[in-house]
């Protein structure tokens, strides 16, 4: 089966690291990735900044460069970085920014209609958000209003799970990423979002797992098999993450 790796993290001991409440992730370069994924069929993905890499660039252009085509960054910039900046980093491959509600490290989510209006203006960003879907109807007016929207990780939690449902409704897309660091059951959450919006859902593999309960394991593609089989989740697995980032 064909997998678009919609999250991943790239950690390479060339580039700066931030403690992020006390945590230093271990190293894990591209040659770590395709290693790890090399039983899968990975035809392109996206490296995502993490809260332990800060407003760092570096890092970021250097890995699309090593794993080339299909593959697109996922940053976090601070909302008075220059258009020149951005357009650059548009440039380089990358094709959305994020805001880490979750472990922080990025902009202030009190900036995330200023920042995500701004780049999809610009360089027709999305915006993407590592936020426990607890928290969202905080902020739901300002996300209905967005251009273009991802959540990660299923939003993590049982409790919200129906505002994310309503977010879906409205466009908002979702990952089906970090099985190990949600609790909720992952095929039950994959099926009524698939219901709601086929196109919605992007599975990744969260690799290296930083801080999760457990890793990613090979098994976490078939939950997506399994639950719609093997024609529906085709849109899940690689489809509809490489129309979102090809944009």
Same mark, same amino acid.
């Given at each position: 089966?064909?997998?678009?790796?919609?999250?991943?993290?790239?950690?390479?001991?060339?580039?700066?690291?931030?403690?992020?409440?006390?945590?230093?992730?271990?190293?894990?370069?591209?040659?770590?990735?395709? *290693? +790890?994924?090399?039983?899968?069929?990975?035809?392109?993905?996206?490296?995502?900044?993490?809260?332990? *890499?800060?407003?760092?660039?570096?890092?970021?252009?250097?890995?699309?460069?090593?794993?080339?085509?299909?593959?697109?960054?996922?940053? *976090?910039?601070?909302?008075?970085?220059?258009?020149?900046?951005?357009?650059?980093?548009?440039?380089?491959?990358?094709?959305?920014?994020?805001?880490? $509600?979750?472990?922080?490290?990025?902009?202030?989510?009190?900036?995330?209609?200023?920042?995500? +209006?701004?780049?999809?203006?610009?360089?027709?960003?999305?915006?993407?958000?590592?936020?426990?879907?607890?928290?969202?109807?905080?902020?739901?007016?300002?996300?209905?209003?967005?251009?273009? $929207?991802?959540?990660?990780?299923? #939003?993590?939690?049982?409790?919200?799970?129906?505002?994310?449902?309503?977010?879906?409704?409205?466009?908002?897309?979702?990952?089906?990423?970090?099985?190990?660091?949600?609790?909720?059951?992952? #095929?039950?959450?994959?099926?009524?979002?698939?219901?709601?919006?086929?196109?919605?859902?992007?599975?990744?593999?969260?690799?290296?797992?930083?801080?999760?309960?457990?890793?990613?394991?090979?098994?976490?593609?078939?939950?997506?098999?399994?639950?719609?089989?093997?024609?529906?989740?085709?849109? $899940?697995?690689?489809?509809?993450?490489?129309?979102?980032?090809? +944009?």
């Amino acid at each position: 089966m064909t997998v678009f790796d919609a999250h991943l993290h790239i950690i390479d001991q060339r580039f700066p690291l931030i403690p992020n409440e006390g945590y230093v992730p271990d190293y894990f370069a591209c040659d770590d990735y395709l *290693q +790890k994924t090399g039983p899968l069929n990975v035809m392109g993905g996206a490296v995502v900044s993490g809260s332990f *890499q800060g407003f760092d660039q570096s890092y970021l252009i250097n890995a699309l460069k090593t794993l080339g085509e299909n593959f697109f960054g996922v940053t *976090q910039l601070p909302s008075g970085t220059p258009d020149e900046e951005i357009m650059r980093l548009n440039d380089a491959g990358i094709r959305a920014v994020r805001f880490n $509600v979750n472990r922080g490290g990025s902009e202030d989510i009190s900036r995330l209609d200023y920042v995500a +209006k701004r780049v999809y203006d610009l360089c027709n960003w999305h915006t993407e958000l590592y936020i426990n879907s607890i928290h969202l109807p905080e902020i739901r007016p300002v996300i209905e209003n967005l251009p273009a $929207v991802s959540i990660d990780h299923l #939003g993590l939690s049982k409790e919200g799970f129906d505002t994310l449902l309503s977010l879906v409704d409205k466009g908002v897309k979702v990952k089906a990423t970090g099985f190990g660091r949600i609790d909720i059951d992952p #095929g039950r959450a994959i099926k009524r979002i698939y219901s709601v919006n086929p196109d919605a859902l992007m599975f990744g593999t969260d690799l290296p797992s930083t801080r999760a309960d457990r890793p990613f394991r090979l098994s976490d593609v078939e939950i997506v098999i399994e639950v719609l089989g093997e024609e529906e989740a085709e849109k $899940v697995l690689y489809k509809n993450a490489l129309n979102w980032y090809r +944009k």
